[in-house]
Structures are given as C-alpha cells and as structure tokens.
C-alpha cells in the first residue's frame, strides 16, 4: 500500500510538473546579430495568404516576438517599435494551436492565457485558422491611462492602430529575415475573439497577423 502511495504521488508530482510548463513557453535569447540585411528584408517584405501547417522554432518565435515588441533597451524599459507618449499600452498575444500566449518582453518567454485551440477565431479568412501562427496586437487601455471601458475614445483606438502599424511592420520585416510567410489582417470579429481569449473590457483587440511557411 505504502509503494502504492509513493508511485500514485510521483505519478501526481510528474503531472503537475508536466502542466505547470505548459503555462510557459520559455524562449530562447533572440537572435540580434543575424538575419537579412535592412535593405534586403524591405525589398522582400510582403503579404501572403498562402500557408502550411509546419509548425515554427522556438528560435523562430523568439525572434520574431523580440522585433515585434522586445524590448532594446532593457536597463530603460524601451522597445523595439516606438508608442505615443511611451505608454507601451500594446501587448502581444501569440495563438498557436494549443492555446493563446501572452508575450512577457522582460522575462521574454510566452504565458499561457488561454487552453484549447483559438485560431479560427482569430480572423474570418479560411487560412488563418490552419495556419501555425496569429500574432493578435492588443491595446491594454489601463496603460493609455484610461480609467473606465466607457471612456474608451475613438482616439485612443487610433492612436494605437499607429501603434500596432509599428509592430506590425517590424514583424513583416522579421519574417522577411527568417523567410517567412505573414499577413496583417483586420478582418477580425474582435468581441469574439477578445471573448475567447477571456480579456478584459480594457483589452481591445486592433489587428491580426497570421504567420508560417509558404505552400
């Protein structure tokens, strides 16, 4: 009886053990030396809807997560895309097929959010739910300053659709280095998804960005 308890007991310690590192995906340091030249990268920038399901590397998520929304200069909290008045309210949300993440840039690892696959309410084109990929650029309006969900301006929208244009093009250019497929995307039925993710009324989803490798 006594074996019986020790093994049920591992059995169990093995169990949580093996859940708690699903709630983190822990990146490796990005790779900030390497990559297609600037010059390069822009002349090979652009949008596809074609993708396959082949899943990315870690290395290939660490990168592309660092020049979205990493930060550059970690002793000054700033990041690799500029924000109005430096509120940083954007975050980064990766939806894989097992579960939705939050991008962590100080810790620089993925936390999960959300179980279960979310792609397909990720945008309402066909691709977007197969593909390995969706980047979802959130605007956390609590960091713009504001108060209360109704006070939520057309102008705070705005401003961080700039913002988001920021990221989003830093993204294009990562998986133009890394040769990559991606799309920006706003065809996006946002109150599902931000339902989905089980976001706050602050959290206010601005745009898409599916990512893999061509067909």
């Known amino acids: 009886m006594k074996k019986l308890f020790l093994l049920t007991t591992a059995a169990l310690m093995i169990a949580v053990s093996a859940f708690g590192q699903a709630q983190t995906i822990k990146l490796p340091a ?6 297609m030249p600037l010059m390069q990268a822009m002349n090979e920038r652009h949008s596809s809807r074609e993708f396959s399901q082949k899943e990315l590397s870690k290395q290939q998520l660490s990168n592309l997560c660092w020049a979205a929304w990493g930060f550059n200069r970690s002793d000054a909290k700033k990041r690799t895309a500029p924000s109005s008045m430096n509120k940083q309210e954007m975050e980064l949300y990766v939806v894989l097929k097992d579960g939705a993440y939050r991008y962590n840039a100080e810790a620089h690892k993925l936390e999960l959010i959300k179980e279960g696959d ?16 969706n980047f979802i650029y959130v605007a956390n309006m609590k960091k713009a300053g504001v108060e209360k969900p109704e006070d939520i301006t057309p102008t705070h929208i705005a401003t961080s659709h700039a913002n988001t244009g920021f990221i989003a093009q830093n993204t294009y ?6 040769g990559l497929e991606c799309v920006v995307r706003a065809w996006i039925d946002k109150e599902a998804l931000e339902n989905a993710m089980g976001l706050s009324p602050f959290h206010k989803v601005i745009l898409g960005h599916t990512i893999g490798y061509g067909e």
């Open 173 to 178: 250019l990562a998986c133009a280095s890394e």
């Open 30 to 35: 990005p790779d900030k030396t390497g990559g």
């Open 118 to 133: 979310l792609r397909s309410y990720c945008g309402k084109q066909d691709f977007v739910a197969t593909a390995p990929v």
